[in-house]
Structures are given as C-alpha cells and as structure tokens.
C-alpha cells in the first residue's frame, strides 16, 4: 500500500500539486490537500473545466460546500463509476479517497511519451551539449580573482587575451629540390612552430597559414586567381572559381575581338563599347595579362596571332607621355594597322577562293586519271585473250582437244579440292560451334558473378551504413541515459510486480486446493451423515421390534435413542461454533473498515461544518434584513 | 574537421616506419606539443639525438604538420574517438596512435587555455553599487521632483584599456527595464540548461 501510495503521491506531484514531503501515505492526506489534488489533476486533464475551479479551499461553509458538489460534477463526468458526492472531498475516508486519486492519476496524460519523441537530430544534440556546458559552469562557484587556476580564469572573466595577429611562416616542403631544400634543409631556416616567439601569436599564424593551405587547394584549378589567396576564412565553393574563370574568358574574347575585329575571328561575340571600357580600364594590368595570354590554352590560333598580341600590349605601355599625344598616335597607328589588316584580309579571302578552285580541279583530274586506268586494266585483259586465242589458231582442232582435257583436269582437280575441304571444314565448324558455346557459358558465368559481387558490395555498404548510424544512435542513447534521472528505478518496480504475480499465482492455487479439500470434506459429511441416519433407522426398527417384548432391548432403546440424541446436539453445537465464529470474523473485518473511514471524526466535522453554515446563514440572513 | 595537403602529407610520411621509428616518433610528437605549449624550450626544438638520422626537411615538415594537426584538434576540441579514427585513415599503427592520444589527453588543458586566449572578451561585472538621488530641480525645469539612480558597476578585466567601472544614471523606469532584462536573460540561461 505504500509503495502504491508513493507512486500515487509522485504522479500527484508531477500534475503541480505541492505535497509536503512528510506526507507519504495518503492516511494523511488532509482536506486542503484533497482539494488542491483534485483540482491540479482536473487542469491536467482537461483545462476547460480545472480553470474554473479554485485550487485553494476558501473559509467559507458553503463556498466549500459549493466547491465540492462542482469537484465531484467535474469528476463524475469525466467518467467515475462510483456516485460522488460533497463528503468525498470534505471528509475523506482512505479507501475511497485512494480509488478517486487513482482513477485521476490514470486520466493523466503520460509524458513519458514526450520525452520518447524528441527528436535526435543534430541541432538537438547540439543544444543539449550546450545546455550540460552551461550546467557545468553555472556549478562552478566564484572564486576570488587571484586563486583561480587559468581555466577558471578563462570561465570567470579575468583570463588576459590577445587578439588574433599572425606571422607569415616559411614551410619546408618534402618535395622541394635543389637549392631550396638545401635552404630547408640547413639551420637557417627555424622548424615552423618556432619562427614566431610568442606562443599565441605562434598558434594564431599557424591557425592561418592551414587556413590559407586550404583556401590554395581548393583554388588551384582556376589559373590566374593567385591574387585572391589570402582569404582568412574558406574560399565559397565552385560558383565563384567558375565565375572567375568566365570573367577570365570574357577579357581574352574582348581582347582578341578588339585586335582582329573585321576577321570576326573569335567564336566569341561581345559588345564592342564593353571591350573598349574593359581595355581602357585595364591599360596598368596588361602586361601581366600578355604572359597570361601566351600561356592560356584558350587560343584557337597560332603563333602569328599571339606575336600580334605581344605586341599590341607595348603600345600602351610605352605612353608614359603626355596623354593627348599619345592617343592621337595610337589611333593613327591603330589605323594604319587596321588598314594593313584588312588588306591582308582581303589577299587571303583571294588566295583562299583559289585555292578552292584549284582543289576542285584536283578532285576531277584524279577521277578521271583512275577511271581511266580501270578502262586500261579491261582492255589489257581482252587483249591478252585474243592474243592467245590468234596464237592457238593454226592448229585447231589438236588445241581444242587439249583445251577440252585441260578443262576436264581442272574440273576434276575442283571438285576433288571442294571434296577436301568439306573434310576438313566439318570438324573445324563443329569444333568452332563448341568453342563458342563454351565462351557464351563462361561469359554467362562471368556476368553472373560479377552481379553477385557487386550485390555483395552493396549489402556490404548498407550493412555498414546500418553499423554507423546504429552506433551513431547508440552514443546518442548512452549519453541520455546518463543524464535520466535516477530516483525511479524501473528494474525494481518490474522486479516486484513479477513477484507479486507468482505470489498471487501460488495463492491461487492453495485457494483452489483448498476448495477443493472442503468440498470433499463436506461430501463425506454429507455422506457419513447418510450413512448414520440409514444406521439408525435400521438399528431403530430392529430394536424396536424386539423392544416389545423384552426389558433389556427397551432398555438399550432407551439408550440408543438417547446416545443419538446426544450425539446430535453435539454435531449441532459444533457446526453453531463453526458458523458463529465465521460472524465474528466477518464482523471483525467490517469493523476494521469502518474505524478506517474515521467515521467519528469526519461526524464531528460535520457537525462543527453545520454549526458553521447555519450561522451563515443567520448572519446573512440578519445582513438581509437589516439592508 | 579538413585538413590541407601539406598536412596531410606530413602525416603519411609521419605514419610510415621507414622514416619515423616509435622513438623517433614519440621525441617529434613531444618536440610538437613543447613548442606549441611552452616557449622555453625552442633552442633546442628538433636537436635531440634520437632525430639527428633523420632527413632535416622530413623532420621539419613533419614537425610543422604535427603542430598544425594539433591545434586544428585542439580548436575543434575532439575527443577520444573522433582522433584515433582519423589516425588510422593516415594509416597509423595501433601504438602509434595510442601514444599521440595519450600525449593529447595530458596536454589538453593548456592547449584549450592556449587557444581560447586568442579572441575578445567583454569585461566582466563583479560587484554593483547604486546611489539614489532626488532630482528637485534643473536648468531646464523649475520643478523637477523626481528620483534617479546612479548605478556603478565594477567591472573586472585584465584588459588595461577599458576603465576598471562603468556608471550611468538612470530613472526608475529605465531601472526596472534593465532589472527585468537581467531576469529574463537568467531565465533563458536556466531554460537552456534544461533542454
């Protein structure tokens, strides 16, 4: 009963109701503290109906009187089989008062689910983590500010800080040749971490310099962009590379457009006005721009343009006179080129039609040239023929006989080649078809286990993905059970309700044997008594005839009937025994229940409680009067 | 946590026991951490003997690698497991990696101390003294009839740039503003704790 009543008070407590800690059982339980129960569990479950109810009980008679008759509405309609009514609340009694707790309690919403629900994303571990940090150091107490050891000094404010300053570092690199590695190699150079005296200023610069290692790596791809290195933080992704590279393309197509602008000679088509600002906004930065040209891959031409290029960037580097002269003498000169351009233009368009021309030619000529020779090869052959058939003329008819035999010979000799050949070609196709059949299986084999493999790979890397994410679960779950609280163990309460089950089983069974070993008992009862009253007739009858006549038989009938007489009085006090102490246990039990319901106490309450109210009622009474 | 080649290649060859035996190894992993920690003992940084058949750039590169390693680990604060899982991608052998934890687990404190020295940080409030003031009249109003606060609160920082407290006055709304701010701002503290 009392752990029963400790979980009770527990629940009661986690609804908001403030039960002092010595109250354990709910013997002590007093009407205040009812009421406040009740009314936190009704909020609890359902807001609409605790809110209007007050969880404090007021002064007044019939203000409580009022309060109980609505706690035990409320409770009614939420489903309570029992009738309830104003002297529950008021004027407990233990047993009744435990079935309306429990029947709130189990009406409780349960927030063990809440806690299940959370959610194990990254952002809640995140904020767990943050949540125990701030736990930890809000333990830590103040400590004066020269007995702190440097953590706390760094927690507790007096910590001195730099600000982040960083030193360029030398590196030694693994794959350095030559000179340089034999600079690396000798003393002059310091080992990295002590180049930088300070030791703050040594983890700051090389915080940096991996930083900037990074940041190299990733824009190692994108030529030209050296300049932008020295970001501090990480370089934002293939976007702006990619946007840097097309700005790059943008300025050579300009470039090359502008120098070879009525060839159209780049695929590339862009705004002239754009071109001429970009150059005209760039004239300090070109002559790195020539290298970079000369080494760009982006060219669809070949040296002669790129000689053109190399010098069209002198042109304005040499204007360090006055500006206007300058410019009057680049556009002239600019002119004069573009005229030599385009007469040059204009020769190669003519060179180029002639050239067209003259490979047409070619084409023709060299058909002919072969359709002729293959008129040639005819010609030779039918002449060889006739020659040979004017030589065999004169001696007709002897030439015509051989001719005949030869031609016999020669068919014979074919068909005798054709007859090996099908010998051999047989076993040959046989043996051909069976290699084939052979590779068809093998590779039908080969496909088959490759796919099994792959397969295997598969499952491999689900299987191992399962693993992570299971371990991943499984150090998220460890970490919060550490951080449950621990007053409710669960494993004894299971522990117990599993005891308590086999006891209730074995009970069970000594009932059952039990009422089985009083219905036999009762069966032989009933059958000895049988036997006895089927006894004592026979024994009656037979006595009684002889008792007629004689003395001494009438005398033992006497006896008889006075010894069963007896006996039966005995039976009968004793089963009267038996039934009246079964009264005065039941009596007894009926007692412990009522001393239980403190039923004098609560009468005298409701005595005082009747006093109480009829003077309120006078009082209001005379107030009525009076106003 | 990603590290940049350079780095990456100081560690495969760190790894390798052709270059770096587990003597070799352990003195450079302690030359590491002593320079980082401790600015005493930079003279003689690499120059011990069991380094001295080692190739001068190897060392120094594994040296530098190290201490960037180091305080990349530091900086990310990882523990145990994250370390010694990231070893055995760069091919480390088992005592190898064990040695590395242990020297990271003793020097763990002085490398976070280390590295949160580097940053600002807003001055600390110790202690508050306040005054309260009945304003009768001023230049401006002839009948003023008001009270005021004048608040001092103590402040305590090593920075010797700032002033050791900051004053201000303030009338009683404005004081009930900043009480109630300090209130809330406890209470979400204790809300975050609870999470």
Known sequence: MEEADRILI???????????????????????????????????????????????????????????????????DLGYPLELGYQNFLYPSEPDLRDLLLF??????????????????????????????????????????????????????????????????????????????????????????????QLVRRAASLLEQHAVQLCQHVSRDCPGDE????????????????????????????????????????????????????WGARKKTSTPKGSRFTHSEKFTFQLEPQAQVTQIPDVPVTSQKPEQDTRAAQEQELESLREQLASVNHSIEEVEADMKTLGINLMQVET?????????????????????????????????????????????????????????????????RHLRKLQDCRELESSRRLAEIQELHQSVRAAAEEARRKEEVYKQLVSELETLPKDVSRLAYTQRILEIVGNIRKQKEEITKILSDTKEL????????????????????????????????????????ALHENCSQLIQTIEDTGTIMREIRDLEEQIETEMGKKTLSNLEKICEDYRALRQENASLLSRVREA | MELSEYVQRGFQRLADPGSFDSNAFALLLRAAFQSLLDARADEAALDH?????????????????????????????????????????????????????????????????????????????????????????TNQLHKMYQPGYLVTLNVENSDSQSYPEISFSCNMEQLQDLVGKLKDASKSLERATQL
Request: charged content about 25%; overall charge neutral.
């Open chain 1, 368 to 432: 002919e040239c072969r359709q002729s020779e293959l008129s040639v090869a005819e010609q030779e052959q039918a002449l060889r023929l006739k020659s040979r058939a004017v030589e065999l003329l004169p001696d007709g008819a002897a030439n015509l006989a051989k001719l005949q035999l030869v031609v016999e010979s020669s068919a014979q000799r074919v068909i005798h080649l054709a007859s090996q050949w099908e010998k051999h070609r047989v076993p040959l196709l046989a043996e051909y």
């Open chain 1, 10 to 76: 527990h629940s009661l407590r986690q609804a908001g109701t403030a039960v002092p800690p010595e109250v354990q059982t709910l013997r002590a339980f007093t009407t205040e503290l009812v009421v406040e129960a009740v009314v936190r569990c009704l909020r609890v479950i359902s807001p609409t109906v605790g809110s209007g109810l007050s969880h404090l009980l007021p002064p007044a008679m019939s203000a409580r009187f009022r309060l109980a008759m609505s706690l035990a509405q409320a409770c009614m």
């Open chain 2, 49 to 137: 003997p069991g380094l001295k058949h080692i190739d001068p750039v190897v060392l120094k590169h594994c040296h530098a690698a190290a201490a960037t390693y180091i305080l990349e680990a530091g900086k990310h604060r990882v523990d145990r497991s994250t370390l010694s899982t990231y070893l055995e991608d760069c091919k480390f052998d088992q005592d190898r990696i064990e040695i590395f934890c242990t020297e990271y687990q003793n020097n763990k404190n002085s490398l976070e101390i280390l590295l949160g020295s580097i940053g600002r940080s807003l001055p600390h409030i110790t202690d508050v003294s306040w005054r309260l003031e009945y304003q009768i009249k």
């Open chain 1, 227 to 278: 300049d932008r290195v020295c970001w501090a933080h990480r370089v934002p992704s293939q976007e702006d590379s990619r946007a840097a590279q097309q700005r790059l393309h943008k300025q050579l197509a300009e470039h090359l457009r502008q120098s070879w602008s009525p060839l159209g000679a780049s695929t590339q088509v862009r705004d002239l006005g754009d071109m001429l600002q970009a």
């Open chain 1, 104 to 197: 709130l309690a189990e009406r409780l919403p349960t927030d063990a689910s809440e806690d299940a629900d959370q959610p194990a994303g990254d952002s809640a571990i995140f904020l767990r983590a943050i949540g125990s940090q701030i736990r930890e150091q809000l333990a830590l107490p103040w400590v004066p500010p020269l007995l702190r050891t440097p953590k706390l000094q760094h927690l507790q404010g007096s910590a001195l800080q730099q600000s982040l300053r960083c030193t360029r570092l030398v590196l030694p690199e693994l794959s350095s040749k030559g000179e340089p590695r034999e600079f690396q190699a000798s003393a002059l150079l310091l080992p990295a971490p002590t180049q930088v005296p």
């Open chain 1, 522 to 561: 009762q069966k032989e009862i009933n059958s000895l008594s049988g036997k006895l009253d089927r006894t004592f007739a026979v024994t009656d009858e037979l006595v009684f005839k002889d008792a007629k006549k004689d003395d001494a038989v009438r005398k033992a009938y006497k006896y008889l009937a």
